[in-house]
Each structure stands twice: as C-alpha cells, then as structure tokens.
C-alpha cells in the first residue's frame, strides 16, 4: 500500500516527525475507508437494482408461461398438431431467457463474492 511509505520513510529517531507520520498514515487510511465505504454502497444499491430488475424479468416470464399454459390446456387434440410448434418454440424461449435472467443474478452475486473473498 502506498499509504504505508510514509512510516517506512519516517524517522524514528524523531519522535515528532514519527508522530506526524503516523497521524499521516491515518489520514490516508481514513480517506480509503470512506472511498471503499462509498464504493460498496454503489456495489449494494447496484446490486439492489439488478436484483430487482431480474426479478420482474423472471415473473413477466412466468406470465408469459402461465399463458402458454392456458393456451395448450385449452386447445382441444383436434387443434394440438396446429400449435404445437408454436407452444414449444414460446417455452423453449421462455426457459432460455428465464435461466438467462436468473444465472445473471447468480453469476453477478457469485462475481462479488469473489471479489469481497481477495
């Protein structure tokens, strides 16, 4: 850490100019907390926010999911074969963009994990 030079430059044998060194060193280390307390309130409300949006994004989908479902429960055998091309081509997106949205939540949660770990 930069900051740490300045007790290693520090005289030792100069109990005043030791002192300012350390009153120094806590300045500066001051200054970092409130720069990491600022970032993490960013990373939190980030976080929030991505959450949150993930979350509307996985109940439109299951929206979306409960009408396929409608539509085929409601679709007699005689008109199975017109839609059924249709009905599994919608799930087929609906899963993929429903395993996209929630893996984003996972991966970016995984991701700040890692970095809080180093």
């Given amino acids: 850490m930069e900051e740490a030079k300045i007790l290693d430059e520090a005289n030792i044998d100069h109990k005043n100019k030791y002192e300012e060194a350390i009153k120094?060193?806590?300045?500066?280390?001051?200054?970092?907390?409130?720069?990491?307390?600022g970032k993490a309130?960013?990373?939190?409300?980030?976080?929030?926010?991505?959450?949150?949006?993930?979350?509307?994004?996985?109940?439109?989908?299951?929206?979306?999911?409960?009408?396929?479902?409608?539509?085929?429960?409601?679709t007699g055998e005689s008109k199975w074969n017109d839609i059924k091309g249709e009905a599994s081509e919608k799930i087929r997106e609906i899963r993929e963009e429903s395993e996209n949205a929630y893996t984003g939540i996972r991966d970016g949660f995984a991701y700040l994990f890692g970095k809080f770990k180093n």
């Fill in 24 to 37: 120094s060193f806590a300045d500066k280390l001051e200054e970092k907390i409130d720069f990491l307390k």
């Fill in 41 to 74: 309130n960013d990373v939190e409300e980030s976080a929030k926010d991505t959450y949150h949006n993930r979350v509307e994004i996985l109940k439109e989908k299951r929206e979306a999911l409960i009408k396929e479902y409608e539509k085929v429960k409601n």
